[in-house]
């Protein structure tokens, strides 16, 4: 179905991307997640160790269109560096209260990524996360996580041909899909108030009854739809089980695109056709992380209008909040100071943490946007 003639609801998108050289992008992603019917968007800022993050960015976007932004930053893993200077930096724990007192709405993590895993080196249970998780638990602060990926990664006869550019196979030097799902578990074990929004459907589109287990055994766990295309077509398998677990979980699975500037709207169609129709479809060819694919057709499970209301939208807001909080000024120049600082000290090739803070101040000389430091001093 064309995507014009799709339900006419309000639609919150929990998985977008936002980051890189040019700022004003943010404006032309919001119109063209429009166009999609999308009404509010959630930013996850993506942050690994040994790399400065793209919080300043996300803080941009959000200052721009306050009643449209969610943000979930990017921890900042220069906490637990050994060769930056620490008088710049706050503990993961601390971390989450700044980044509160701020107004983000959650923090995203991608720890759990396989390669990412593998390259830090850090356990998703390891000790250096525990103060940090039950400073989350006891806060109710929100987390989306990525944790995992598809089986057929680690299978070079199944993996399809999109995922191998970016160098998504995965070899026996790569910790196994268990070994990560274990760690992850033991942080669920160990802090079972988290509140935790899993990506991609926690890779377990091809095991529903797992899925299920895992809903019914974590209650403040939920579920994003954000493609990983390989989603849909596990569901396509066994249409009629995955419709009754969408109806049964309805209060637990969250729309999610992973749109970023310059996305396609066929990553919106495909999951709104899905969810919305009964239609028998090919997956989109246009989008370089869908196709090619050995697997090629998929069909729409028809949710009523209520189910589709909760997936929308109200799953998200009852989890993260009704709307977007509201950035403190002082308190996000004072961010951007010390990451301008930071930045600096670490050599970053880019400062976009000072040119954020100014672009901030210059543009909201009214607003309470006090002058940055730039760096100058702490
Ligand atoms: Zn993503």
Redesign the pocket.
Known sequence: MDIAELADLHIIDC???FGGEDLDAIDGMIEHQRAGGIDQTCV?I?SFPGRSNANPEGLYAKAKHPSTVYLFPGLDYAAVARDVDHRLTYSLAEQVDRLAEVGCDGIKM?NGKPNYRKTSGLALDSVIYDEYFARLAERHFPVLW?VNDPEEFWDPEQAPEWAKGPGWLYDDSFPTKESIYGECERVLEKHPTLTIIF??FYFLSDDLPRAAACLDRYPNVCFDL?PGIEMLHNFTKRPDEARGFFLKYQDRIIFGT?FAPGGLLSRIWVVRNFLETEEEFHVPTDERLFWPDHRTMMRGIALPEKVLKKIYADNFRRIVGPEPRKLDPRKVIQELDRLTALQDATGAPRNTARRVATRLCDENAEGGWTTPYVGRTL
């Open positions: 998985h977008s991307h996850l993506s991608l990525h990506a991609h954000a992973d």
